[in-house]
């Protein structure tokens, strides 16, 4: 019987051996000490706001026709005008980029199937204005170059360089951070250690597009009415967690 017990420990023990060689990993895991219970875990948030410097403006023209070929010809045609009156509102060069090009098939639909319409080309830019006050000529400009073809996809307004505002916003998170993490430690009767780990999470709000009243729209001397478009400011965001030690 002794024997036996013994035979059986051995084998035991060589197991044990076998899966050590074998599989490090669990065994390291297993040995790891696990971190202490004894922490704080809390979120602060940050919040800075900023005059934005830039748009981005995405434009283009749509343009459907019986075929590819007309189609395609009047589009280039109303785009080219696009383009130049881009440039002619002192857009570098280098600030416009395609951003959209495609032609598709258009049908319509009847009770016998579908029938062959047309085709319709889309063709869009992205283009920076980096003078803000200029965005509602450069956006005149454009439609009365593109004529009925023109389509006005969006308008997003930016900051260039948010580096400034992060760093704001980002001090205030984590002293957010930290006021809770002293209240609660105090609140608990503990003392607040140093912080174990912190992790960010940055976004941007950017501002609605505002319009001005009718009334209040001035005209621009050529019996034309002026887009009214108001930038509004961008919020900067800042979103910080952290563990706290408890001394």
């Known amino acids: 019987m002794k024997q036996f017990r013994y035979c059986l420990l051995g084998l035991s023990l060589l197991f044990v051996a076998m899966l050590t060689a074998c599989d490090s990993n669990v065994v ?3 040995l790891t000490p696990s971190l202490s219970g004894r922490t704080i875990h809390v979120n602060g948030s940050g919040t800075v706001v900023g005059d934005p410097n830039i748009a981005s403006l995405n434009i283009g023209v749509s343009v459907e026709r019986e075929t590819v070929s007309e189609a395609r010809e009047e589009a280039a045609r109303a785009m080219t005008g696009v383009i130049e009156s881009l440039k002619a509102n002192d857009i570098a060069e280098d600030d416009i980029s395609t951003e959209n090009f495609s032609i598709y098939p ?10 062959l319409r047309g085709y319709r080309v889309n063709n869009s830019v992205s283009a920076k204005v980096r003078v803000l006050d200029s965005l ?22 930016m900051i260039e360089d948010t580096t400034p505002l992060q760093a704001q916003a980002r001090s205030l998170a984590v002293k957010d951070a930290e006021a809770k993490a002293k209240t609660l430690a105090e609140s608990s009767g503990v ?4 912080p174990i780990t ?3 999470n940055t976004y941007y709000q950017s501002p609605p597009i505002y319009y001005e009243d009718a009334e209040s729209v ?6 034309r009415t002026s887009t009214p478009i108001v930038p509004g400011e961008l919020t900067v965001v800042v979103n910080v967690s952290i563990v706290y030690e408890i001394e």
């Open 218 to 223: 001035a005209d621009d001397g050529d019996d």
């Open 136 to 157: 509602s000529d450069v956006i005149d400009d454009a439609a009365l170059a593109g004529g009925d073809s023109i389509v006005v996809n969006s308008i997003q307004f």
């Open 191 to 194: 003392t607040l250690g140093k």
């Open 106 to 115: 258009q049908y319509d639909w009847t009770e016998k199937g579908r029938i």
């Open 28 to 30: 390291s895991t297993v």
């Open 198 to 200: 912190i992790t960010e």
